[in-house]
């Protein structure tokens, strides 16, 4: 009985061990505040010192690993916390409300960004020998979970492959694959395997969701929207809420005033032309929804953003 208590402990202490190891080697190559790029694609290292007000953020399907500091992460109601041993798996594009509540310069929020490569999940799905987790946990698109020393050693020889680029081309994919395969493995996992497994409701919902993203300025017809997705509309109704917590006439208004805001931000769009070219066909419409969503008419929302230096964000 002892002995099976200290294989736990054991790999407790050899995670907390990992993960200051990994918070290291992140803090060498995200030297930046904010978004590091790298040279392996699809791969970005983060560093935020400051805590931050309540800020809206795009998820796409990805892996956010943190190693230190403290996120919150609102999505449709359900709160998610993450800190220092925790990763943020988005299996969907969805928008949601996004915080950081604790970042300093000495202890600063680091976090690695991994965007999933579906493909390569469903590969990875697709082998027989692929064993079902343990437990599962029903989740939304989004859901939290507690980084293992196998998910955290992979992380760290993804990391030091940038100081060998020679190796990239090589051996990132391999090693992105085993991260996979690591998540997978864990409760949190189940909805990334179900999205990505051909013919589950929540694949066809996740069509539905990628369509409704490339077309959110065109009239929301549900119908139309049910044959993207092969199902019934009140089926369809029922999946995409519990994938963004939303319906789909709210998802697509939050891409639009989402959309919208980034138009004016960031490409200097009076309110009037963003409003007609994310969809909206009343101007006045526009306004109040936006104020009711931002909390501020459309350009002085803007101006407020640009006087504080803000930009529109991505998960990380």
């Given at each position: 009985?002892?002995?099976?208590?200290?294989?736990?402990?054991e790999?407790?202490?050899?995670?907390?061990e990992?993960?200051k190891?990994?918070?290291?080697?992140?803090a060498?190559h995200?030297q930046?505040?904010?978004e590091?790029?790298?040279a392996?694609?699809?791969?970005?290292?983060?560093?935020?010192t400051t805590p931050?007000a309540c800020?809206?953020a795009t998820?796409?399907?990805s892996?956010?690993v943190?190693?230190?500091g403290r996120?919150r992460?609102?999505?449709g109601?359900?709160?998610?916390?993450?800190?220092g041993?925790?990763?943020?798996?988005?299996?969907?594009?969805v928008?949601?409300e996004?915080?950081i509540?604790e970042?300093?310069?000495?202890?600063p929020?680091?976090?690695?960004?991994?965007r999933?490569?579906?493909p390569?999940?469903r590969?990875?799905?697709?082998?027989?020998e692929?064993?079902?987790?343990?437990t599962?946990?029903?989740?939304?698109g989004?859901?939290?979970?507690?980084?293992?020393?196998?998910l955290?050693g992979?992380c760290?020889?993804l990391?030091e492959?940038?100081?060998t680029?020679?190796d990239i081309?090589?051996?990132?994919h391999l090693?992105?694959?085993?991260?996979?395969?690591?998540?997978l493995?864990?409760?949190?996992g189940e909805r990334?395997r179900a999205?990505?497994t051909?013919?589950?409701l929540?694949?066809r919902?996740?069509r539905a969701?990628?369509w409704?993203?490339?077309?959110?300025?065109?009239?929301?017809?549900?119908?139309?929207?049910?044959?993207?997705?092969?199902?019934?509309?009140?089926?369809?109704?029922?999946q995409?809420?519990?994938l963004?917590a939303?319906s789909p006439?709210q998802?697509q208004?939050?891409?639009?005033?989402?959309m919208?805001?980034q138009?004016m931000l960031?490409?200097?769009?009076?309110?009037?032309?963003?409003?007609y070219?994310?969809?909206?066909?009343?101007v006045?419409?526009f306004?109040?929804?936006y104020?009711?969503?931002?909390?501020?008419?459309p350009m002085?929302?803007?101006k407020?953003?640009?006087?504080?230096?803000?930009?529109?964000i991505?998960?990380a």
């Amino acid at each position: 009985m002892a002995r099976q208590t200290e294989k736990p402990r054991e790999r407790k202490a050899a995670a907390i061990e990992m993960r200051k190891e990994l918070a290291a080697k992140i803090a060498v190559h995200a030297q930046s505040l904010g978004e590091n790029c790298t040279a392996i694609p699809g791969l970005a290292l983060y560093r935020r010192t400051t805590p931050t007000a309540c800020y809206l953020a795009t998820y796409e399907p990805s892996l956010t690993v943190f190693v230190q500091g403290r996120k919150r992460v609102n999505l449709g109601g359900t709160i998610y916390h993450c800190d220092g041993s925790s990763f943020l798996l988005s299996s969907i594009d969805v928008p949601a409300e996004s915080q950081i509540v604790e970042a300093t310069e000495q202890i600063p929020l680091l976090s690695i960004f991994l965007r999933l490569d579906m493909p390569t999940v469903r590969e990875v799905i697709s082998r027989e020998e692929l064993p079902e987790p343990e437990t599962s946990v029903k989740s939304s698109g989004i859901a939290v979970g507690e980084t293992t020393v196998g998910l955290l050693g992979a992380c760290s020889r993804l990391i030091e492959l940038l100081e060998t680029p020679e190796d990239i081309p090589f051996l990132s994919h391999l090693i992105q694959r085993e991260i996979i395969y690591r998540i997978l493995r864990t409760p949190q996992g189940e909805r990334l395997r179900a999205i990505a497994t051909t013919g589950d409701l929540s694949h066809r919902t996740a069509r539905a969701i990628a369509w409704l993203r490339a077309n959110y300025a065109k009239p929301l017809h549900m119908e139309e929207l049910a044959a993207v997705a092969r199902m019934g509309v009140s089926t369809l109704h029922h999946q995409f809420r519990g994938l963004t917590a939303m319906s789909p006439l709210q998802y697509q208004k939050r891409l639009r005033l989402q959309m919208a805001r980034q138009r004016m931000l960031l490409d200097g769009m009076d309110a009037t032309s963003a409003a007609y070219e994310v969809g909206y066909e009343s101007v006045s419409q526009f306004n109040r929804e936006y104020s009711r969503f931002f909390g501020l008419p459309p350009m002085r929302d803007v101006k407020a953003l640009r006087e504080n230096n803000v930009v529109p964000i991505n998960a990380a």
